[in-house]
């Protein structure tokens, strides 16, 4: 398993933008895909975006197309969700999640990824 944290979160005003990292360490980074999800107070956790381990491959929730980008730098063991003309819907934990998989093919299912980071406060005043 890889160990992830994640950075970026914090206040911002409606329409704003905030770009989120998540450092992993451990086995090998390039051999797990990665997502991003959020959870909302009294809500379940939902899935925002995810990328293959190529990063050839991206995937979003229609909640957040056209506005977030997820982003991955093999190199740096470091995968980014830019998130741009937020909403004060967009308020909640974000998570990063990571998927260990043989090939370019993913899953975008909570039950199949494999290691979670504890999650970051992202708040949009409106």
Known sequence: ?????????GLVQAGGSLRLSC??????????AMGWFRQAPGK???FVGAISWSGGSTYYADSVKGRF?????NAKNTVYLQMNSLKAE?????YCAAQFTAAQA???L??????WGQGTQ?????
């Open 1 to 9: 398993q890889v160990q992830l944290v994640e950075s970026g979160g």
């Open 23 to 32: 450092a992993a360490s451990g086995r090998t980074f390039s051999r797990y």
């Open 44 to 46: 379940e956790r939902e």
């Open 69 to 73: 980008t997820i982003s991955r730098d």
């Open 90 to 94: 967009d308020t909640a934990v974000y």
């Open 106 to 108: 993913m899953s975008i």
């Open 110 to 115: 909570r039950r199949d990824f494999d290691s």
């Open 122 to 126: 992202v708040t949009v005043s409106s």
